[in-house]
């Protein structure tokens, strides 16, 4: 796992600036009368990993959404190096986004959906080129980059998500769930080239199924649960959260820190 940095260097005006990459205060969203995200605070050093965990329909993609600026808070406020949600335009210089599902025009071939985000991203040509070209190779990609996306496998398309996330340098990476679709050894790569990037002081926010890959990049793990941030700490500090001491792995931490709160929730209903 990295190391937080004591300092650490803003890559678009080269001052040494030692603030959160990622804060949220009381940050929610509400469907109608279902609050989806209740109220999370968060603060995320630069040059970590903060592995976001939670059961299918805790709230984590309605999170990274509104922390993308794709979907806007019902109430609260968060800042990606220090600027505001409403600053969209700002906001997305700052950040790449991999979705569970990665956005991508299956008429193009992988070399020409890169080109065409490096072309949104305002990169120039031989930039674009240089930097495509690496990530392919990092990937193993360079040989089906001039097929059609609609031909690839799922985890041939994720690994382009994956690469058009990065090609502009993002100082803050959203990933949600990243290892979808990849066999070990894409896995282990991915993971890998995270760790690389991590070590270079970009923040990454993980959310993931895989509790294993959280085990091993994470610094901190945040529980969401129905909405609530129901637990927090480095994934030594959840292992160990079981009052008799005893070492968890923390597949059973998860478990039993969702399973306490399922326990209060239903306590409050019948009192």
Partial sequence: MSQQPSSSVD?????DDTSLAIEATALTKRFGDHVAVDRLDLAVPRGTV?????????????????????????????TILGTPLSDRRGVTRHIGYLPEQPPIYEELTGREQLSYVAFLQDLPDD???????DLLARFDMTE????????????????????????????????????????????????????????????VFLSTHILSVVDELADTIGVLHEGRLVAEGSPADLKRRAETGEERTLEQAFLEVTADHREDESTEATT
Avoid: C, W
């Fill in 50 to 78: 903060y592995g976001f965990l939670g059961p299918n329909g805790a709230g984590k993609t309605t999170t990274m959404r509104m922390l993308t600026t794709l979907l806007p808070p019902s109430d609260g406020s968060a």
């Fill in 127 to 133: 930039v674009a080129a240089a930097r495509i070209d």
């Fill in 144 to 203: 089906d980059a001039d097929r059609r996306i609609a031909s690839y496998s799922k985890g041939m398309r994720q690994k382009i998500g994956l690469v058009q996330a990065l090609l502009h340098d993002p100082a803050v990476l959203f990933l949600d769930e990243p290892t979808s679709g990849l066999d070990p050894r894409a896995a282990r790569t991915v993971l890998d080239v995270l760790q690389d990037l991590v070590d270079e002081e970009t923040t």
């Fill in 11 to 15: 890559r678009s005006t080269g001052v």
